[in-house]
């Protein structure tokens, strides 16, 4: 109690941050690989190192606090073995939250462009019992997946991804890749991923749609070959059987930010007049045969 008490005398502001800090990144890595392989294994490890130093402070066991000092370095070599995916996961998302250079805002127009192709071509191809995986590329980039397919490079149309998904195109097997409006590449082959899926029916396809977006921020859109049905794969989730009129509404969602006004706030806020001539028409939707 009294080795207690001079050590909370000894505290300051200084050193109570020091433990926040400390604190919070633990919490920064728990939280990052709670409900992953790595939970188990961690938790694991974490008990092994707490009833040795309770081993060995309590009993004063020579063995036990030389066997701990040494774990130590070892574990400064292996954790980064095991936990790799997890880290790589931190540091892209890193990445991804702190400040873009060279990057440009995507006009609203394309997106919308790509976004009603996607969604066209996914109804068409469920209705026709086609598989087919489209990946729309966001902020990480896809160029290492697209080169193991076919460039094209192609506008983004309705027509084209129907025949890069035909059974009997070379195309049809593999992932579509689209960089803002143009397709980048088809045949594309992507990681799948290790997670256990409950449900059995769900082949390569969306393993690989899951694979994907656990570690970019890609957006895949699967198609089941065997009971049409579509599904939106982001941040490692999947979103299943999605109604084909729902389909349009559910990737806006996923461009929300990107399909706001792009302009700065302090120009908004000026409410400028705008000039037309003739009369002023109101947006309309593009017509789409099968919603």
């Known amino acids: 109690m009294a080795d207690l008490l001079a050590v909370l005398e000894r505290l300051d502001w200084v050193s109570l941050l020091d433990i926040a800090l400390v604190a919070l990144v633990f919490f920064g890595a728990l939280t990052l690989v709670r409900g992953t392989q790595a939970d188990t294994l961690l938790r694991g490890v974490f008990t092994l190192v707490v009833i040795g130093a309770l081993l060995g402070s309590a009993f004063n066991f020579p063995a036990m ?16 073995v095991i936990f790799q995916p997890e880290l790589r996961r931190a540091l892209e998302r890193l990445g991804r939250a702190g400040p873009r250079f060279g990057q440009t805002a995507r006009d609203v127009a394309s997106i919308e462009t790509v976004i009603s192709a996607v969604a066209q071509t996914a109804t068409r191809l469920a209705d026709r019992r086609q598989g087919a995986l489209i ?22 149309t309705p027509e084209l991804l129907q025949t890069v998904f035909y059974t009997g195109t070379m195309l049809h097997d593999g992932a579509a890749i689209i960089r803002q409006d143009r397709i980048l590449a088809a045949a594309c082959i992507l990681p799948l991923t290790s997670a256990f899926l409950s449900d059995r029916r ?14 970019t921020d890609a957006v895949a859109v699967v198609v089941s070959e065997e009971h049409g049905h579509v599904s939106i794969a982001h941040n490692g989730r999947l979103i299943r059987r999605i109604e084909p ?13 990107e399909l706001k006004e792009t302009s700065p706030r302090w120009l908004s806020r000026l409410r400028l007049p705008r000039l037309t001539s003739g009369r002023r028409q109101s947006p309309t939707r593009p017509s789409n045969p099968d919603r």
Do not use: C, K, N
């Open 65 to 80: 606090g030389w066997l701990l000092s040494r774990a130590a370095i070892a574990l400064l070599v292996a954790v980064p």
């Open 135 to 156: 990946v729309l590329e966001r902020e990480t980039g896809l160029q290492s997946y697209a080169d193991t397919g076919v460039r094209l490079d192609a506008e983004v």
């Open 245 to 257: 009129r729902r389909l349009e509404d559910v990737l806006r969602t996923f461009y929300q930010s």
């Open 202 to 215: 769900m082949g390569l396809r969306h393993r690989a749609a899951i694979g994907i977006t656990e570690s």
